[in-house]
């Protein structure tokens, strides 16, 4: 149980598929949990944000994410998650990832979706998501299945350093 190192974009390990979760209450699954809450703990006090992460991007292959809505809001592992229903309604978004954190993309994502998952216990769950929310769940679990960001840019004009956002885009002073 401890802070990981977050994998850099260039890492061949974050364009892999990870692998199902089968026992979850395995020692194996608890440590991951723990190390995944201490590493994004230890993300948004070093940076000032940060809501979720997922196993692919501290070197763990499996289908587990760890969201932490802050101050309120949805908190805890989504182990196995899939997506079963997206809206037809899409959002555009400038969206970050702690695997590459000088660089934003656009991006557009399903503006509400309907994910299942297990719990840390096993059990089925179900939670509906929109807006940042829905976004930051398509975003955890593309991570899942070795996607990133970068890949759902909307054009090749759709990256911009933070540096820049902060300076310029976040404002609204740009396109975009």
Not at 83 to 101: A, G, H, K, N, T
Not at 104 to 110: F, I, N, Q, T, Y
Not at 138 to 154: S, W, Y
Request: glycine letters at 8%; charged letters at 25%; a negative charge.
């Amino acid at each position: 149980m401890a802070e990981r190192e977050i994998l850099q974009l260039g890492n061949p390990i974050l364009w892999r598929t990870s692998q199902p979760v089968e026992e979850h209450a395995s020692p194996e699954i608890i440590t991951l949990v723990r190390d995944l809450s201490e590493t994004l703990a230890a993300f948004r006090a070093s940076t000032g944000y940060g809501r979720g992460i997922a196993a692919p991007q501290i070197g763990v292959l499996k289908r587990l994410i760890l969201i932490r809505m802050q101050p309120d809001g949805f908190c805890g592992p989504l182990i196995n998650p899939v997506i079963e229903w997206q809206s037809d309604e899409r959002m555009e978004l400038w969206d970050d990832c702690f695997s590459f954190p000088e660089l934003l993309v656009r991006v557009s994502r399903a503006a509400r979706i309907r994910v299942r998952y297990d719990d840390e216990h096993g059990a089925n769950r179900m939670v509906e998501a929109e807006g940042g929310f829905s976004e930051l769940l398509q975003h955890e679990i593309d991570h899942l299945d070795g996607i990133l960001a970068v890949q759902r840019a909307i054009s090749p004009h759709a990256f911009a350093t933070r540096s820049e956002w902060e300076r310029r885009l976040r404002r609204g002073d740009g396109s975009g």
